[in-house]
């Protein structure tokens, strides 16, 4: 077996981790591991010998399985679990030709297949885990840093208002705790056993079916669901939704630090990567990863949705079709999560070129203020006309709007001479920011881990 | 204004019911509601003039609006706020011209449509909650008084092991349980208030910016969020995917029924509709309306989650795509949820038809019973080669598989004759399924209403 | 029944004129249309009385139609075929009861829907073709007018080399003029007829059907198929994916046009959209209603594909899924079309301010130029250490590249002097830009029209 | 480098051969092509030594790199070209100094990865192209072969009229003919070189760009495209989107099979699958791969046409998420086909069973015919309740609906008994069938290869 998981093609969309944690060897050994644990469930039950369920602990050694020939295999069945099942029972034979028969005793390809997905799923769980924490930890800390840090705020890519970086940072953290929040609780949900037998009954196994489900359940580490889940897909719907929108999540941070970091804007800039030919360039390539990841995701969100039909008891092609997006969904979203992870822990940011951008609009983004303050007095219309008159002297001047504004006899004698000194400090115009923040920052303060 | 809510080309994606919460005249309504409010909050708090939210109050009348003129007018600006709000300073101005500055002071489009729009998907969750309960309720009828009606377990839709009904529909009772509950949680958490202001700080509001919020969210009947939500769509976007996921559910329960319904199968039948041209038919019509939701809706939740990139405080389309998808979303799955608990709910089940089918298969499908039987004292190879013959037999000759097998010394010796004369008496292979079936019922007992 | 053929939700996701070719009048104007064509052409061929076809002829008119009704009734039978067919009906035994039988005859409920919608989806297209055309003349103006504009190229979002603008829009050219000739040759084709009666043989015609359905083609403009495609819906879907690759043309000119209105690039703007609260803003509100849909549509695109596998001869659900899908994928496309029309065609280009971006880089995108011209002298080593230190020097120091390329005498000794002084023209380092322009203006001005 | 280049969980989303196609071997290998052929060809025009040329050619052997830490490294600048470059680079260092800053010379990341990426597609388009033989050829053989072969046309999964099983074939080789023509000129389309240097004008090259950009296209075997389309993603979509309606047609023949090889209904069977425990099943293995690629391939039509909104002259994103979508849906629209023709080619068709199956309906499926014949005569509400209740007479007696019919006076008396004895022949009620199974084969023999 190659302990190369990744392909070239997708080498972006998985990271080394996340590809182990699918990898051809994980796999059969989750299903291994399955086999094992239900020959020995059903041993200590009393279903089968003791003797079988030890002749195929030992005989379940990955190193023994060729993984190829499995692969070629599984096409004429449409799934690897009876390749895998037949290559196991003849290890077996090898060893102890009595006991083969016991292997796979009762249960059905989906049994094994689906445990064994949900296995490779909760390592996943873990990785991501580790890195959304250090996600938490990084956007906490900058946004702490940056509380009194101003900015402009941006509404349809123009200026709008002041808002601080500490904010903005928090919005993301916020975010992403929420859904995290959701993620992690669906892969909880998900770490269930899937043992049912050929129908789903168990009857296989007789009076024996529950006592073996329990044994089975707890030796995987896996709850027991109320009843066997093969057609019934919710709970890795949910999970592969769930991935939808924490990718998303991250895709708007890493666009908009891809956005803060253009070199006409350049208030922030990832660590980057270069260019095969530009020695100037930085890239944003951790944003790359993190927005490319973002546009494949709902794709695959769709596919399993699509695929959530599935007909009776065990579907043709619904059930076929989840693995390999289960797979990519996981991977992309946590391929995503690490480069965030990395993108934030090491953002540079340029709190003066910040400021500098709110004074390069000459300070017409406060023309909103200017109307609040006038309008009761003026009304609108007339209001309007004359800060829309004072923005547009700014504009075509360059100006500074505060001094306009205290050039128009009509506006000026209505404010103080302190409003109009403050009319364009950006702190004097930052609302409720603050509030927002702290909220934000102790809500993803009070987050448990998986 | 039109009562007629629903396009005939859009009239199965929806109901009437599901029309309504997202017609103009909701929409518009929910707009008028949050300006009122607004400047009600305001007054309350010392912001605007008492009089003002009074003038407001009485100018927001539905039947003032020129819908149509909204509509054409909200594309300079790509939202249907500056339309409205216009219209509403000009309903203002009529009455009370010195108020009318005073309109959705210090709140931006995304503070009024945002909020609307959650108002309307609040209506929406209410009428999905009466027909979830319409459908639990049918389901867990039909669950208990077919906990003893056997029928063919179908997998890749062939004939597998005996079930109960009973089972069948306690497995689509669990999975819409587990799935409302998820949508049900998503319906919550999406009630809240969104208002920021211009980039989200309220900064127009100075001081009074929380009191006000926390007025206005209490007049709405809306939990205050930690900050606004403006660029951050999660919540909504896990409203739409936990609608994927109910959708899936109950295009699967679909599916399934739409498959019993065939001539050929004949085992149950919803009320059905008729045909254009061919007298003898009884089509699945519900089921059509709900596979016709389950295949759109997972693109819906596609097109969601990628428009989740927000730039910035407020995004270039990001926002602008999702008016129509929520909608969309929420009334095709409520559409589906009605035409399954219809279905559900008028379900004839043959109960006769469900065991002649078992039969017709002239008990073929208790092989694997068979092979557990006598595996252990033959070994596999043996084992299944007699199995394997005494299936062909059964087949070709149309003979019961239960008189072949006793008729083949070899596997008859290894049997009593009671294990013979129940080898294909479908009650007893059905291991543990009425454990599974009463678990799911009782789960599903456990459900909290929205 | 109204003439109000928009939603507020949906309003930007349409344009009027889209709206009404989906229009409830559009559609069973259509499908009136198709019984009073298929009851003349069985007339002329001597299947029904002359009569007959008079009769519904006279019948089928518009105004006497509840549209509503037909909405509410179109649930019992999953198609809003059956109570239209149901209400013409009723209209000739009101006018000629001894015809009524021969409405809809031998036709099913899916040869009547599926005609109507192609006719919908022929209007549409006289729509886009339009608007293709005023974009594509707009866009070929001002690629010709900005031949020689010089500007930033910019990969990953940071400066890469010079570009013209006139390139920059001969490529949005070349795509749409791509997309167009796709998409149109997908209108085209889509322009057949669908008629084959209850099971797509014609059965109930006979001897006639061929001549009956030749009749009736031509009556109606169509196309006639090989063969009735009720469940075979490629051309329908290549229609809507065509329309997909088209949308994401559009959404890429528009974010592209959206990044340059940015204040801080300030390189063109579109005529643009006001804000509710800001009064110095203007909005990209053309881009904001392209890229909505260019995030909508590949949702619906893959809605319609997922619905592709149509059960035997009529499906339960795919079908039924198509209509909203058709509408709104044409009418999102032809919305972002019409929108980006209008943005390139107002659309303000700031000449100085593109030269003046490169210029704020001080030369250091030419560094890739300086590297070509001295790396064989170095080697690759030498060459990228000194290259990389001017490029540091420069950013540092504030001092042109050029300026500092000349003050490195390991550098400068290499170069003439002419090489240094043009080492940062704009116009010296443009390449193939200009044979790739007008290669792409050419082969957009041999479009054909629909 | 490992042979292996099939994941587990991906094989039945692609066969051997296309797993070959995008194997890290292939597109490392397509990656070095490039660069060779692009020294060879500047050595050519003179840009560089022609030493230089044959030092990277004999530098460039697939077994000198290592996969797995290019994919490491690509991380950090979001693309493997980097990495690939460098090390081609530093073995052109080993072997020849003074030429390796020649490797990559005025070429970007994306004009190696683009170009290499389009060599593996045609490759896998080689592939597709001999199945899609395989298929029509099968499809062909199997309609004629049951010109004849009366079966059940089947509505919303009820017995409608009856069909032939040629008739049926040729709407499956119908839809397949279209929709390869269509991915058949995708294919093509998108053979186009893409070199643009690191803003698409080839700076770099000067006036030698055109004539070096020839030179490389006819080493490659491509075309050159009117400009580099490195932001311009259109040609690729299309060919996405192809593969999308292809794998739609390729799931509908899948899920008609599945269908047709239900025990219940016996009229057709692949050659299936054995189960892990079930020695009795035959299961529709070959179909569950087909429609599990026709439930994924949507999304990943809609996760491509999401990234199409590239920003400027390259994406931050889009273009990084286009690799693995391209290779999987390539993959599965070619699994997909695979299993499709291997299911057609082993078809068993059971006439016999077909026939039997008309005739389990009492002939109640001719109603229409009945109805047709009667209503001119009798109006339709009369004819109308007199077929219904013959109908039903035949339902519940299970007489030959014929029989009723000639015993029900007021519907014999209209009826000649030629009419009435051949009431319920299938072959006398096929309209137009054999007509239209005629022209779909022709029409799918005027096909030229790719």
């Not at 599935?310 to 693995?323: D, N, P």
């Not at 406060?366 to 219309?381: D, H, N, S, Y």
């Amino acid at each position: 077996m190659t302990p190369i998981s990744t392909h070239l093609l997708d080498c972006l969309a998985t990271t080394d981790a996340l590809a182990s944690a699918f990898s051809d060897a994980a796999l059969l050994q989750a299903m291994l591991d399955f086999e094992v644990a239900l020959a020995r469930a059903q041993a200590r039950v009393g279903v089968i010998p003791a003797r079988a369920a030890e002749s195929i602990a030992n005989a379940a050694r990955l190193d023994r399985f060729d993984v190829h020939q499995i692969a070629l295999d599984a096409r004429a069945s449409a799934t690897i679990a009876i390749p895998v099942v037949d290559a196991l029972r003849a290890r077996v034979e090898e060893i102890d030709a009595g006991s083969a028969c016991y292997v796979h005793w009762g249960a059905t390809s989906q049994d094994v297949f689906d445990t064994a997905l949900v296995q490779c799923v909760g390592q996943a769980g873990r990785i991501l885990d580790a890195d959304h924490a250090r996600l938490t930890s990084a956007l906490t800390r900058i946004s702490q840093a940056h509380a009194n840090t101003v900015m402009l705020g941006r509404t349809l890519l123009q200026p709008a208002l002041p808002i601080t970086f500490g904010l903005k940072a928090a919005g993301w953290l916020g975010a992403s705790t929420r859904s995290w929040a959701r993620l992690s609780a669906a892969l909880l949900d998900a770490r269930v056993l899937q043992f049912g037998g050929a129908a789903g009954t168990l009857a296989a196994l007789g009076a024996n079916g529950l006592a073996v489900e329990q044994a089975l359940a707890e030796d995987l580490g896996l709850a027991v669901p109320d009843a066997p889940w093969h057609a019934h897909r919710d709970r890795l719907a949910t999970l592969v939704t769930s991935c939808g929108v924490y990718a998303g999540t991250l895709g708007k941070i890493a666009r908009d630090v891809s956005l803060l970091m253009q070199d006409e804007v350049g208030e922030a800039a990832e660590p980057g990567g270069g260019s095969s030919t530009l020695p100037h360039k930085r890239n944003p390539a951790g944003c790359a990863v993190a927005i490319a990841a973002a546009i494949r995701v709902p794709g695959l969100v769709s596919a399993f949705l699509s695929g959530m039909l599935h007909e009776h008891e065990r579907s043709v092609g619904g059930w076929h079709a989840e693995g390999p997006t289960i797979a990519a969904t996981l991977q992309a979203t946590g391929s995503a999560l690490s480069s965030v992870a990395d993108v934030i822990d090491g953002l540079d940011v340029d709190a003066d070129r910040m400021r500098a951008n709110i004074a390069a609009t000459h300070g017409v983004v406060f023309a909103e203020k200017l109307t609040m303050l006038i309008v009761p007095q003026l009304g609108r219309e007339k209001a309007g006309a004359l800060v829309t008159q004072a923005v547009r002297q700014s504009r075509d001047s360059g100006r500074a709007f505060r001094e306009v504004v205290a050039s128009i006899p009509e506006i000026a004698r209505l404010l103080t001479p302190d409003q109009i000194a403050s009319l364009d400090a950006p702190e004097a115009y930052l609302g409720s920011a603050e509030t927002f923040r702290t909220r934000l920052v102790a809500a993803a303060g009070r987050r448990t881990p998986l």
